[in-house]
Nanobody, 122 residues
Framework: QVQLVESGGGLVQAGDSLRLSCAAS????????MGWFRQAPGKEREFVAA????????YYADSVKGRFTISRDNAKNMVYLQMSSLKPEDTAVYYC???????????????WGQGTQVTVSS
């Protein structure tokens, strides 16, 4: 079955950087689009970034554009989220997810990981 395992979360200070990783298994990874999402306490889960199957197209939420970078390594079945200039409002549980087909800038993904906590202190 499809499994997505996030890692790399932690406690950082405002302005710091952090890289999240997501290891995928049980699917033909290079055929699937990947996304990162987050959910802060008391808020709904929201879209953060997405990358298409080839890595040739990326999409970002306005709130993270210019600070976060999504990338993937199809040889390693990995997707990454490089986060820079972190702010306290970036504090959330971050999830990776995967889907086949379009659109990819959507909440409608097929498989989800368990999430990793990112906490940004001021």
């Amino acid at each position: 079955q499809v499994q997505l395992v996030e890692s790399g979360g932690g406690l950082v200070q405002a302005g710091d950087s952090l890289r999240l990783s997501c290891a995928a298994s049980g699917l033909t990874f290079s055929s699937y689009n990947m996304g990162w999402f987050r959910q802060a306490p008391g808020k709904e889960r929201e879209f953060v970034a997405a990358i298409n199957w080839s890595g040739g197209n990326t999409y970002y939420a306005d709130s993270v554009k210019g600070r976060f970078t999504i990338s993937r390594d199809n040889a390693k079945n990995m997707v990454y989220l490089q986060m820079s200039s972190l702010k306290p409002e970036d504090t959330a549980v971050y999830y990776c997810a995967t889907k086949s087909g379009r659109p990819i800038r959507t909440m409608a993904y097929d498989y989800w990981g368990q999430g990793t906590q990112v906490t940004v202190s001021s």
